[in-house]
Nanobody, 118 residues
Framework: QVQLVESGGGLVQAGGSLRLSCAAS????????MGWFHQAPGKEREFVAA????????YYADSVKGRFTISRDNAKNTLYLQMNMLKPEDTAVYYC???????????WGQGTQVTVSS
């Protein structure tokens, strides 16, 4: 089992920045990738960004490329999402996710709210 706890959400004006953190604990010795998803009211959960365990290669949804940066501190077992140039459409609950195998996301955090005002 892996426990994930997100933090860092909040209210920010359009054009501003936030950094989300996700602290992992438990059976953290095995991971294929870690990532971030978001879910806006009335919409399905969507992929935002992920980082691959084998080589720490990051990949992003087209909507956030050039604005968001995903990173991981292995010593702290913490995943980050630096969000710059935020837009109102980025408003959502952001979830951290952990994958131990291809094509699956096995564990989820409780989510942190990000609200971007225009």
């Amino acid at each position: 089992q892996v426990q994930l706890v997100e933090s860092g959400g909040g209210l920010v004006q359009a054009g501003g920045s936030l950094r989300l953190s996700c602290a992992a604990s438990g059976s953290t010795y095995s991971w294929y990738r870690m990532g971030w998803f978001h879910q806006a009211p009335g919409k399905e959960r969507e992929f935002v960004a992920a980082i691959r365990g084998s080589d720490e290669y990051p990949y992003y949804a087209d909507s956030v490329k050039g604005r968001f940066t995903i990173s991981r501190d292995n010593a702290k077992n913490t995943l980050y999402l630096q969000m710059n140039m935020l837009k109102p459409e980025d408003t959502a609950v952001y979830y951290c996710a952990w994958s131990i195998g291809v094509g699956r996301w096995d564990y989820w955090g409780q989510g942190t709210q990000v609200t971007v005002s225009s």
